[in-house]
């Protein structure tokens, strides 16, 4: 690819104008909206004296702020980290310190001393709603201090090959872990996923996934900016408000539809109906960041009669590298597909899968170590996955070399849990794995060694403070000791029969209690928080662990203590805890 693919994509930006970018749940933003954005801050870059090749950190809660800051730094030459708004100032100032932050786009709750030298511009948020058609609001506002009102041309570096931005893949406080992509990864990625989905200027990309992570951020935003399409964000999945989530899709006439295995799962099993994908324009649903699970697959396939393809990648391959489904060149059903636009083979030895191409980042950030170890003598990306070819050139997915765990689509490594963990006072050790479920594929539980006393509420408020929501891990179980060989490295087999043994104690049943207190204890213990906290009225707004998994948890956790088989779809319905102890209440009528 050459230079002219920014220049282009910067072209069609200003070109689209009043073209949908951006569609959240209480705004719009055109494509003239996201030029006048990248014009100011690329003005506001210039302001602070950021040369190209400075480093920025963005995070914040406004989708189209969080955007409009990484695409101008794509434009202008600036490597930007976009951190989770749930990400712990630890680990920001970590972060911050390794890349030399030269500049910072956050909420101002976000913002803690970081000891930096370097300017903070905050992000407002939203702009207040204004009544419009269909209820959005088509003023646009960008809420960033100090934004200039006059814009300026971004720079467009001329070189493909240099860095275009940084993603950290772990670490809590201490050696967090730098991806680096290149846009020419960039650009090599985007072009191979926008020519298999047959995606077009006009199209509608429903892609509401974490934008500190590459699949909801490249495959997102980045994806239908490089294909003049819009992108729809519907503020994020949730059981409680699935039928709203999925309305969404044919309400605003998606022609595709993104998300990972996890929640085509819960759409599997709790979705009340089957006509969320049935407009004419919908032509391709895709599963990403892990393996679609072939029943799965057939079920979905079946119910919402569209055809639905698999992607295989890593965040070292900007989004995807083999493609499995319906669409020419993709690889048979039920694998992890074939590679397109890049090249893939076997470990001879070992069985391991070996990535090759422009998709493929160049290496850690500051990190020469892991970065050879990463790589063969002859180039190739180690990915720690164990496949086989079929006859037909798909690659079929075994298992893991590494030890990272895979929950729900999220990478999450065991070693940033366990560095949390051990922060704690009353924590000698720590060591997590991940075990089986049905929904997630794996869930995060951690063992510690306790050298004083400590509940397992307690250490789940320690680790919420330290980790982002999403790898808070689900169980902390302790153990007089945590196996390990000679070398000092946990025995993960038998620390995971252990973890399983543990965890498949059941909890006592009894008689008595009203149903509502009752639900209530149960709740507490699954949420790990304190029953006074509890109310009819609590919801996953008000819950700290009060997650999709969990709320799964609850649900089963009740029909064992009760006795009782509640209607599966209900789990979706769920608003507020009053509503299942109402449900448990009619079921024992």
Request: glycine share 8%; charged share 25%.
């Amino acid at each position: 690819m050459k230079h002219a693919s920014l220049a282009t994509a910067w072209s069609n930006l200003e070109a689209l104008g009043s073209a949908d970018f951006m569609i959240l749940p209480d705004r719009r933003h055109s494509y003239a909206d996201l030029a006048n954005a990248v014009g100011r801050v690329c003005a506001l870059f210039d302001a602070d004296s950021l040369s190209e090749g400075d480093r920025i950190i963005i995070s914040s809660r406004d989708d189209f702020a969080s955007v409009a800051v990484f695409i101008s730094a794509l434009f202008h030459g600036i490597v930007p980290t976009l951190l989770s708004p749930e990400t712990r100032q630890g680990r920001a100032r970590a972060i911050a310190s390794d890349i030399d932050c030269t500049a910072v786009f956050a909420d101002p709750e976000l913002i803690d001393d970081w000891g930096l030298n370097a300017p903070c511009h905050t992000i407002a948020g939203p702009p207040a709603k204004e009544a419009g058609w269909f209820g959005f609001s088509r003023k646009y506002s960008l809420a960033i201090s100090d934004l200039p009102e006059r814009g300026v041309a971004p720079r467009l570096p001329a070189t493909d090959d240099s860095l275009a931005y940084l993603l950290f893949t772990s670490g809590t406080t201490q050696s967090p872990t730098g991806v680096q992509i290149t846009r020419r990864n960039i650009i090599a990625n985007t072009a191979t996923i926008s020519r298999i989905m047959n995606l077009n200027r006009g199209d509608r990309l429903f892609n509401d996934m974490l934008l500190a992570h590459a699949d909801g951020l490249v495959q997102g935003p980045i994806l239908a900016m490089t294909a003049g399409a819009s992108v729809i964000r519907a503020g994020g999945f949730a059981i409680s408000r699935m039928e709203d989530w999925l309305n969404t899709v044919r309400r605003e006439g998606a022609t595709h539809f993104i998300t990972v295995p996890t929640v085509w799962a819960m759409i599997d099993h709790y979705a009340t109906h089957d006509d969320y994908f049935d407009a004419p324009e919908m032509r391709l649903l895709m599963s990403c960041a892990a393996k679609l699970d072939n029943a799965l697959w057939t079920r979905i396939e079946e119910r919402f009669g569209k055809p639905l393809g698999n992607e295989y990648g890593l965040t070292e391959t900007v989004m995807s590298a083999l493609y499995a489904g319906p669409c020419a060149e993709m690889g048979a059903r039920g694998t992890i597909g074939k590679p397109i636009d890049c090249d893939a083979r076997l470990d001879p030895e070992t069985s391991e899968l070996q990535l090759r191409g422009e998709n493929i980042f160049p290496g850690y950030w500051r990190n020469e170590t892991r970065t050879a170890e990463s790589f063969t003598p002859d180039g190739w990306l180690r990915t720690g996955d164990i496949a086989r070819r079929t006859p037909d050139g798909s690659f079929e997915y075994l298992g893991r070399i590494k030890a990272a765990i895979n929950s729900g689509g999220l990478l999450i490594r065991p070693e940033e849990i366990d560095e949390a963990l051990v922060t704690h006072p009353a924590v000698l050790d720590a060591a997590t794995v991940g075990l089986p479920d049905p929904e997630f594929g794996e869930i995060a539980v951690s063992a510690v060694e306790l050298r004083g006393e400590a509940t397992e509420d307690e250490l789940t408020d320690h680790a919420r403070q330290m980790l982002e929501h999403l790898k808070v891990p689900k169980r902390i179980v302790a153990l007089e000791k945590i196996p390990r060989g000679d070398a000092g490295k946990a025995r993960l087999q038998e620390l995971r029969s252990l973890l399983a043994d543990r965890l498949s104690e059941k909890a006592p049943t009894h008689e008595g209690p009203p149903v509502a207190a009752d639900v209530v204890e149960i709740a507490a213990r699954i949420f790990r928080c304190d029953q006074a906290d509890l109310t009819r009225q609590s919801t996953p707004d008000t819950v700290a662990g009060w997650d999709s998994f969990n709320q799964m948890s609850l649900f089963l956790a009740v029909e064992e203590r009760f006795g009782v088989r509640l209607p599966t779809r209900s789990l979706a319905a769920l608003r507020k805890l009053g509503d299942l102890i109402d449900l448990v209440a009619g079921s024992k009528a």
